[in-house]
């Protein structure tokens, strides 16, 4: 059985840092695509960053330059690094991975198999 768990989210003033944490198990995750992916109350989740199987990372316009996606192999864990939090990052955060490779193939949240229960950030101005 998959299951994704998610850590790491707070609440912090604009500017701030957090560094969000997936641990994956039931599956070798780094064979998988595995993405963030960010949702407020009452709007669609969004996707944020993903990595394919082999590294390749992608971000959405909104956090490139701020946020980085990346992951351990040897602790079977996803992490991202956000950086200069704006209030408008302030979403329930999820960890997901999709059932191939490679990203190309999951451009959209709902081509994401399993999801984590999701962790809080909230940026205050």
């Known amino acids: 059985q998959v299951q994704l768990v998610e850590s790491g989210g707070d609440s912090v003033q604009a500017g701030g840092s957090l560094r969000l944490s997936c641990a994956v198990s039931g599956v070798t995750y780094s064979g998988f695509c595995m993405g963030w992916l960010r949702q407020v109350q009452g709007k669609a989740r969004g996707r944020v960053a993903r990595i394919s199987a082999d590294g390749t990372t992608t971000y959405a316009e909104a956090v490139k330059g701020r946020f980085t996606i990346s992951k351990d192999s040897a602790k079977n864990t996803l992490y991202l690094q956000m950086n200069a939090l704006k209030p408008g990052d302030t979403a329930m955060y999820y960890c997901?991975?999709?059932?191939?490779?490679?990203?190309?193939?999951?451009?959209?949240?709902?081509?994401?198999?399993?999801w984590g229960q999701g962790t809080q950030v909230t940026v205050s101005s």
């Open positions: 997901a991975a999709a059932g191939f490779k490679s990203c190309e193939y999951a451009p959209l949240p709902t081509d994401y198999a399993y």
